[in-house]
């Protein structure tokens, strides 16, 4: 191609290369080695020592920290949206199939690269997880099946039908009894337990545990009045038992204490003052004996 004068031909630029999702660290046997690829002479020579090889160990957690982005990745991507599954739980329990695949990866069986295993062994592990601990319930292993299978056709349904599939289609699709969709339905529906909340002190009306007992400030109250009463005089502890325990008037404890009912007021109201001090005071207060 001739180009005219004075002019040069634009360069030629280098398509850019398609961006991988760094956290996935994919890497297909046919698009080329991964990210990971640095880590396959480690793994052979894993593979090639004896169990009681004292390097073993060494070397088993060296590839546990290099592979660890590939089971953080699985756990956000698997986690998203459960919020009764933590994301550290699952990366946990991912890191159970890490180990389990590289304890278990055979070099002459295996083909590709060791991705094309650690994956699907850590993806089982997290589902697993799913299917055994996030129950609040125990629940038989057939509903727990059958309500995947029902979460993953009835979308499909829904879309065919314009409108959420009944129990019986769901059973007529899926081949089985029309009282097994409706167990699985019930059972999946109680998969996650309410929050339990803290005990209601304002009556908000939420639903919470309980309510604060209002005995318990009148027991608290009591233990602290008794060595305050033990140590009043006599006749104070018997004006007070007539009074407030047996519901007298200050006329009739008048008759039995002996004394004016105007001075049963004036020992009333002094007693009161010196439980109240008492109570009140922020070290023990020992009441004074009143005089009369």
Known sequence: MHHAAGTSPEPLQPRAAPVQDPPARRAAADTGP???????PLLHRYATL???DPERERIRSRLVMAFLPVVEHLARRHGHGYRVAAYDDLVQTGTVGLITAIDRWDPERAKGEFLGYLIPCVRGEILRYFRDRTWSMRVPRRLKELGVTIGKVSGTMTQELGRAPRPSELAARLDVDREEIIEAL????????APLYPVDDEGSGEERIGT?????EQV???LALRPLIDELPER?????RLRFFEDQSQSRIAEQVGVSQMHVSRLLTRTLRQLRDGLTADGPARPSRPAD
């Open 236 to 240: 104070e502890r018997r004006i007070l």
């Open 34 to 40: 991964s990210e990971y690829a640095d880590q396959m």
């Open 186 to 193: 019930a059972a999946s529906a109680d998969r996650h337990a």
């Open 220 to 222: 608290e109250y009591e």
């Open 212 to 216: 604060v007992e209002k005995a318990y």
């Open 50 to 52: 004896a169990a009681d």
